[in-house]
């Protein structure tokens, strides 16, 4: 099992730039498929992006794409998202999310397919 724990969330001006951190423990963490979702409030909770265990693939939600990047330190057991451009839709509460052990080379893009998660960050982007 992996405990997550998201870091790096905060209030930004629309057009400014944050970096997200989620730190994991357990587990080999290079084992594990991981992904950004977001939730905002009334909403569902909705997909941000992924990356395989390796880093070697990644996927994006149409929204992100161009603005975000996602990225891994295997030898620090963390994983982060670059979030650039931010605009007030981008407000949320921002999750962190590990599936594994994985033994492909893929990325999930769903909520089902994460079963370990942490607790979130608030992401506030203000006009």
Excluded: H
């Excluded at 930004?12 to 992904?35: D, I, P």
């Excluded at 605009?87 to 999930?108: H, N, Q």
């Amino acid at each position: 099992q992996v405990q997550l724990a998201e870091s790096g969330g905060g209030l930004v001006q629309a057009g400014g730039s944050l970096r997200l951190s989620c730190a994991a423990s357990g587990r080999t963490f290079s084992s594990y498929a991981m992904g950004w979702f977001r939730q905002a409030p009334g909403k569902e909770r909705q997909f941000v992006a992924a990356i395989s265990r390796n880093g070697g693939r990644t996927a994006y939600a149409d929204s992100v794409k161009g603005r975000f990047t996602i990225s891994r330190d295997n030898a620090k057991n963390t994983m982060y998202l670059q979030m650039n451009s931010l605009s007030p839709e981008d407000t949320a509460a921002y999750y962190c999310a590990a599936r594994g052990p994985d033994y492909t080379i893929s990325v999930f893009t769903t909520v089902g397919e994460y079963p370990y998660w942490g607790q979130g960050t608030q992401v506030t982007v203000s006009t």
